[in-house]
């Protein structure tokens, strides 16, 4: 979360020659941002990072000069799912491409647009007696904006990234695997991230616990379970702003494209809740839409697959024909949607009263969700009005609404581990894989 990191200060290195770093990460928005650094100056330091444009950058430097270091032609910018990124070095090797590895996702990267290995037994910064921060540059800037669990760090020893994750048996997909058996080292770690009033608990058993810096947010969106976000990328007029790693969207005032999750469903019934923080010039809208936008004016308004409801005068659009619906809605409002594409109809709440006089779990009262040619559905939000911004905190399930946290939990179906302000209708789910796998 942006302007938070966690710190502590390495002690006496086990090895300076080996060493590994784990870390499971969920970007928000491109740009250079540090994930982990050991710090004393900026010639002084070693670094793993997001460069300008979101390509992987290593570096361990002294005296100003880099002993190691590699920066990726990959670009990690898919803000939908977690990267796994495992970076390792032991200079004692005697081929210099082995003493500096990186692996995303269980693969070794090959491909690289500049490369440094260290000499034979060359120190790595990692080790020195310096602070050693998570989530910033170490001078108090350039914060990552985003997710980031089960960080690890082994002091003198280079380890497989097979320690940390594992290829599902069943999807192929990359899976998380918590370590076990690991000689961690004396400045080792491991920050689970478990224990929400206390996010930098070591659980190595080293107890070499982290300082809390701001006001970090523990997230139920996990690798395990990845929750939808905001798509930062399907943003037709790159006008938009996101932040709170993806969960809030100031629109753009450039258009009035659509703001669509990341995750899209084809059948099963799922709910979300959308709270307008700041309803700009007032035209603020919620819906679902079946396709990214591909125009600055193709909201969730206007589309022939789109169904909205419209904060101005609460009617709603669908198909891009309007009538009436329910009341107007503004800042501080909150919107739930309930989607329930096994019978191709919607429902719309303001603060928990759904509009329309629409009951979602009884199916009365909704409204008719049109044909959609790619045959899948996101919710977003928008703004009609290319002059102003509206701005929007998105709970998929999270149970904050940007950094606030809801105010009562309400119910949540069976199973389902989602978080919300109000009760979600019985039968309707979180927006997230786990609920995708098992209910869509």
Known sequence: MASTSLSRTNGTATDKKKFTLSIWVKTCAVGAKYLAVVYNDDNNRALFQFGGSNDIVFQSKYSGSANAALTTNRLCRDPSGWYHFVLNGDSTESVATDRLKLFVNGVQETSFASDTYPSLNDDFYWGETQDFYIGQKG????YFN??????????????????FGAVDSTSGIWKFKPPSGLTYGTNGFWLKGENSGALGTDSSGNTNTFTTAGSPTQAIDTPSNVLATFNSIDNYWAGSTFSYGNTKVVTSSLSYAANLSTLGVSTGKFYAEFKCTDEGRGYPQVGIKGNSPTAASDGVSNGADSVCYYGFNGEKLVGGSSSPYGTTYGTGDIIGVAM????????????????????????????????????WYFMGVDDEDNAGTNTWEANFGNGYFGITQVSSAGTSSTDDDSIWEYDCPTGYYGLNTKNINTYG
């Open 139 to 142: 001078d108090g800037s350039d």
């Open 146 to 163: 985003g997710l980031m669990s089960n960080i690890v760090f082994v002091d003198g020893l280079a380890y497989a990234p097979t320690e």
């Open 340 to 375: 329930d594409l096994t019978n191709n109809r919607i429902f719309f709440s303001k603060n928990n009263v759904w509009q329309d006089s629409g009951d979602p779990t009884s199916s009365t009262g909704a409204i008719t969700i049109p044909t959609s040619t790619s045959g």
